[in-house]
């Protein structure tokens, strides 16, 4: 099993920034993209950002030029940068990592991020 434990969630107002930082332990082999997806309250749950091994990365169109995401391979830690914080990024934001092999996918706890005036 992977274990991973998000922290940095909180509420901010419009325009503000948050980091939010997610560290995977456990069964962590073979991991080889980790990233940030979010789902606010009646949708689904949505790509925000992620990197692999390499540092190569993907974001959400939505977030690009405001959030950014690093990565630390020896810790297995990724941070999320958000500056630009709009309301719409209101949402649970959930950690996740990827593996070749069992267990392919893995999901943190979420941590809230609330953008509000």
């Known amino acids: 099993q992977v274990q991973l434990v998000e922290s940095g969630g909180g509420l901010v107002q419009p325009g503000g920034s948050l980091r939010l930082s997610c560290t995977a332990s456990?069964?962590?082999?073979?991991?080889?993209?980790m990233g940030w997806y979010r789902q606010a309250p009646g949708k689904q749950r949505d790509l925000v950002a992620n990197?692999?091994?390499?540092?190569?990365?993907d974001y959400a169109d939505s977030v690009k030029g405001r959030f950014t995401i690093s990565r630390d391979n020896a810790k297995n830690t990724v941070w999320l940068q958000m500056n630009g914080l709009k309301p719409e990024d209101t949402a649970v934001y959930y950690c996740?990592?990827?593996?070749?092999?069992?267990?392919?996918?893995?999901w943190g706890q979420g941590t809230q991020v609330t953008v509000s005036s």
């Open positions: 996740n990592a990827q593996r070749a092999i069992r267990p392919y996918d893995s």
């Open positions: 456990g069964s962590v082999f073979g991991i080889y993209r």
């Open positions: 990197i692999v091994n390499s540092g190569s990365t």
